[in-house]
């Protein structure tokens, strides 16, 4: 069963910056696609990032655009997003996951996810 881990989130002001890390042990992390997703309470989950295997492509949602920076590192087996000028809205589980599909950004369409990381951005 794999089994992705988030980690880096955490409460900052309007503003700030923070850097979120998805592990990947024991996954064949580099034969897949990764993505970032949000939720915030009472909302659907919502597609945040994609980067594609080699990391070459790259998709942003457009509230993120220019805010965020989604990257990785097999070798390492890691994926990253790079959260800077963070807003209020922002405030969200933050979820990423796994999919052999390139450019998808539906839920459904991810077959690996992690359990969360909270953002929580103070006004």
């Known amino acids: 069963q794999v089994q992705l881990v988030e980690s880096g989130g955490g409460v900052v002001q309007a503003g700030g910056s923070l850097r979120l890390s998805c592990a990947a042990p024991?996954?064949?992390?580099?034969?897949?696609?990764m993505g970032w997703f949000r939720q915030a309470p009472g909302s659907e989950r919502e597609f945040v990032a994609a980067?594609?295997?080699?990391?070459?492509?790259?998709h942003y949602a457009d509230s993120v655009k220019g805010r965020f920076t989604i990257s990785r590192t097999n070798a390492k087996n890691t994926g990253y997003q790079q959260m800077n000028t963070l807003k209020p809205e922002d405030t969200a589980a933050y979820y990423c996951?796994?999919?052999?599909?390139?450019?998808?950004?539906?839920?459904?369409?991810?077959?690996?996810w992690g359990q969360g990381t909270q953002v929580t951005v103070s006004s």
């Open positions: 980067i594609n295997w080699s990391g070459r492509n790259t």
């Open positions: 024991g996954h064949t992390f580099s034969n897949y696609a």
């Open positions: 996951a796994t999919t052999r599909e390139w450019l998808v950004t539906t839920t459904d369409r991810y077959e690996y």
